[in-house]
């Protein structure tokens, strides 16, 4: 009933924006999109948060690129990252299932983990999606149809962020109200393996309120066995300004998403069938269930000409459940939080200072057990009960200098406490309860240098702090349930320079050079006797050597083309046995190139290549995937009728039938391979009112 529910409410918005009274038209009520004219503005004066200061991106010295609500449109689902983020270098994202369920690193950091973010600041609207610990759950909240622009900033940012942004921070913000009463959209989606998407919002401004209210419901197939899903998103934003001085922002949240997990196959079972299920996979019933509400308010308050407040509070209630072949888990999560920052603004001339300080503060409780799989996710006899209590608290300074209107630096520095506790609930067998803390202090500078507005050159340096997340505590390899307790935070320090050019209005290009030690690398490893969990463990040390660039150009003014180009060299330094080894899931480049061409009448074709060289299964380097190539086009027809306008686009994906490994798990000689879909076409349905 809850998806029937979600079906009609997605119609019925749909239906509303159709049936709205438009402006009277005139007798030619019917006319094709112009093609638009190219808007040649400096990328680099685009304004950007992620650095928990406001400031244009050609003052900001860390590597940041900004994906705008156009590039966002070239999605052909927008059911996860991986379609938003293609072109931003230093990022990785492995959709292993064909739906929303990814795995996200940034240059080489979060790429053990099992589900969800690790290392990777997540901010939705001004709300924090990571837990006291860092880690982000999933990216199931965000209705990526919804989006209007993606801030990401890389390289070490935990002394902004604290160990939830060791490897660089995602800041997503929703489209706002309309600049009318009321205006509507909707998006309909359709395509290969059964999946469908339906959106819809309505949005608009009255008075001193903007408002956004949108729905969606998905599902489909999956390109293998056993890997359908369905997911629900209903989400509301609201902006209010009761005088000058106050902004308010709440926001609310709700998801339901649904998975089968086929788990990964050997590389027997890849040559065999590449879409078939692990044997274990369907007689276990191996799925995965996150329910989640979340209800919070960002705002800003100005004290004065110079001061002013920022602050933010949210309470989050997760339900999840997941079904492995040992044992079937539910846990309730129930998370609340806040953040709140003073900013001083000083000086006058050239000589200007910018200080902010602040506190986020964190808190978790866990309910979970665990009870045995009897088959088909059957549940029986109690293995584990548990609650788990975790809070999170980070003190932070931040400073801007403008030195001159060339000059800028920027300072942070943070203190970190992180605490978590476990009760062991199940009184029949040895007492697992425990508590282990975690604290550090993380600082960060940098210089950017602009000589003229079309260029900048910036250089920073900064500390990581990689706390163990709750998904790595809580797998312990010793015990069905209790603390893993053999690990340690990691810690990381590196340097970064880099350099934006927007030499004329036709072109625009970065790049980013970093080098990244890490100490207390993570590692991710099996067992046999449990041989489908995950389990963590400190490896080592290793360093990182990279390079980024991301350009793009106009030849002329129809057509646009675009690239992003990754070079990384991720080596163990430490201990012997890994000494040189290359870090698992770490290609040595990665590369995204896109040509579009709009002809007249509204018309627009466009090509995309994809590409990733070989990379390591494992810590030990004992095995590898090839890499490969994946070919996509896409057509497009915007039209306008009746005062309305939209879009029909087709796009085929891996039009030459690939046939690759999505994802790797450490495991090179059990199930460590998660085949990618070969051909796939969607054709989507847009319109504005």
């Given at each position: 009933m809850r998806g029937i529910s979600f079906v009609v409410t997605s119609a019925l918005l749909a239906l509303a924006s159709l049936a709205w009274p438009a402006e009277p038209a005139p007798a030619d009520t019917f006319a094709v999109a112009k093609v638009d004219t190219p808007v040649y503005r400096n990328p680099f004066e685009v304004v950007v948060t992620a650095s928990r200061m406001n400031l244009i991106v050609r003052e900001n010295p860390a590597a940041t690129t900004v994906v705008s609500e156009r590039d966002l449109q070239r999605q052909p689902r927008t059911i996860a990252v991986d379609e938003a983020v293609r072109f931003v270098p230093g990022v990785r994202v492995d959709n292993q299932a064909d739906g929303s369920r990814v795995h996200m690193s940034i240059r080489g950091q979060g790429i053990l983990s099992e589900r969800g973010l690790r290392g990777i600041k997540v901010i939705l609207d001004g709300l924090p999606l990571n837990d006291p610990t860092g880690f982000a759950s999933d990216l199931y909240d965000v209705d990526w149809a919804a989006l209007e622009r993606i801030e990401v900033l890389r390289g070490p940012a935990a002394a902004l962020y604290g160990g939830g942004s060791t490897a660089g921070v995602l800041n997503l913000t929703t489209q706002t109200g309309a600049d009318k009463p009321v205006a509507a959209d909707a998006q309909f989606t359709a395509g290969s393996h059964a999946f469908w998407k339906t959106f819809g919002q309505v949005r608009g401004s009255q008075d001193n309120v903007r408002y956004r209210v949108s729905a969606s419901r998905m599902m489909g197939d999956g390109y293998r066995d056993h890997t359908a899903f369905w997911g629900n998103n209903l989400a509301a934003k609201f902006d209010w300004s009761p005088t000058n001085s106050v902004e308010i922002s709440p926001v609310f949240l709700w998801t339901d998403y649904f998975n089968d997990n086929a788990e990964g196959l050997n590389k027997d079972q890849v040559r065999e069938n590449p879409r078939q299920a692990n044997p274990d996979a369907v007689p276990f019933n191996e799925y995965q269930l996150t329910q989640r509400v979340t209800q919070g308010v960002t705002g800003r308050i100005k004290l004065c000409t110079n001061q002013n407040v920022q602050f933010n509070a949210y309470a989050r209630v997760t339900r999840f459940a997941e079904s492995v072949p040992s044992a079937v888990q539910h846990r309730t999560?129930?998370?609340?939080?806040?953040?709140?920052?003073?900013?001083?603004?000083?000086?006058?001339?050239?000589?200007?200072?910018?200080?902010?300080?602040?506190?986020?503060?964190?808190?978790?409780?866990?309910?979970?057990?665990?009870?045995?799989?009897?088959?088909?996710?059957?549940?029986?006899?109690?293995?584990?009960?548990?609650?788990?209590?975790?809070?999170?608290?980070?003190?932070?300074?931040?400073?801007?200098?403008?030195?001159?209107?060339?000059?800028?630096?920027?300072?942070?520095?943070?203190?970190?406490?992180?605490?978590?506790?476990?009760?062991?609930?199940?009184?029949?067998?040895?007492?697992?309860?425990?508590?282990?803390?975690?604290?550090?202090?993380?600082?960060?500078?940098?210089?950017?240098?602009?000589?003229?507005?079309?260029?900048?050159?910036?250089?920073?340096?900064?500390?990581?702090?990689?706390?163990?997340?709750?998904?790595?505590?809580?797998?312990?390899?010793?015990?069905?349930?209790?603390?893993?307790?053999?690990?340690?935070?990691?810690?990381?320090?590196?340097?970064?320079?880099?350099?934006?050019?927007?030499?004329?209005?036709?072109?625009?290009?970065?790049?980013?050079?970093?080098?990244?030690?890490?100490?207390?690398?993570?590692?991710?490893?099996?067992?046999?006797?449990?041989?489908?969990?995950?389990?963590?463990?400190?490896?080592?040390?290793?360093?990182?050597?990279?390079?980024?660039?991301?350009?793009?150009?106009?030849?002329?003014?129809?057509?646009?083309?675009?690239?992003?180009?990754?070079?990384?060299?991720?080596?163990?330094?430490?201990?012997?046995?890994?000494?040189?080894?290359?870090?698992?899931?770490?290609?040595?480049?990665?590369?995204?190139?896109?040509?579009?061409?709009?002809?007249?009448?509204?018309?627009?074709?466009?090509?995309?290549?994809?590409?990733?060289?070989?990379?390591?299964?494992?810590?030990?380097?004992?095995?590898?995937?090839?890499?490969?190539?994946?070919?996509?086009?896409?057509?497009?027809?915007?039209?306008?009728?009746?005062?309305?306008?939209?879009?029909?686009?087709?796009?085929?994906?891996?039009?030459?039938?690939?046939?690759?490994?999505?994802?790797?798990?450490?495991?090179?000689?059990?199930?460590?391979?998660?085949?990618?879909?070969?051909?796939?076409?969607?054709?989507?349905?847009?319109?504005?009112?």
């Open positions: 999560l129930t998370s609340p939080g806040g953040t709140v920052q003073y900013n001083l603004h000083l000086g006058s001339g050239q000589l200007k200072n910018h200080l902010g300080c602040g506190l986020d503060y964190g808190r978790q409780t866990i309910a979970e057990y665990r009870l045995k799989n009897m088959g088909g996710a059957n549940e029986d006899s109690l293995l584990s009960n548990q609650r788990i209590i975790q809070n999170g608290v980070g003190a932070f300074l931040i400073d801007r200098l403008e030195l001159t209107p060339q000059w800028n630096m920027l300072f942070s520095l943070r203190y970190d406490n992180i605490k978590n506790k476990l009760k062991d609930l199940k009184a029949d067998t040895l007492d697992l309860s425990g508590k282990v803390d975690f604290d550090q202090v993380t600082g960060r500078v940098g210089v950017a240098w602009s000589p003229e507005p079309r260029f900048s050159f910036y250089a920073n340096w900064g500390q990581g702090f990689l706390p163990p997340a709750t998904e790595e505590l809580a797998n312990n390899p010793h015990q069905q349930g209790g603390f893993n307790p053999d690990l340690e935070s990691a810690t990381s320090m590196g340097e970064e320079i880099g350099i934006r050019t927007f030499p004329c209005r036709t072109f625009s290009g970065d790049l980013a050079v970093f080098h990244l030690t890490t100490k207390n690398d993570f590692d991710r490893y099996r067992m046999p006797e449990r041989p489908l969990e995950t389990f963590y463990r400190n490896s080592g040390e290793s360093r990182r050597l990279g390079v980024e660039t991301h350009l793009t150009w106009q030849p002329v003014r129809p057509l646009s083309l675009e690239a992003a180009y990754t070079w990384s060299d991720f080596i163990y330094t430490k201990p012997d046995s890994l000494k040189d080894n290359v870090l698992p899931n770490c290609p040595e480049h990665l590369l995204a190139a896109d040509a579009e061409y709009r002809f007249p009448y509204g018309f627009s074709l466009g090509v995309t290549v994809e590409r990733q060289s070989r990379w390591q299964v494992d810590s030990r380097n004992t095995a590898s995937v090839q890499g490969f190539t994946v070919l996509s086009a896409r057509a497009a027809y915007e039209w306008r009728l009746c005062g309305k306008s939209g879009e029909l686009s087709v796009t085929g994906r891996n039009l030459t039938g690939e046939k690759y490994v999505a994802f790797s798990e450490p495991d090179p000689d059990g199930n460590s391979y998660q085949p990618g879909p070969t051909e796939e076409v969607f054709a989507t349905l847009k319109i504005h009112i």
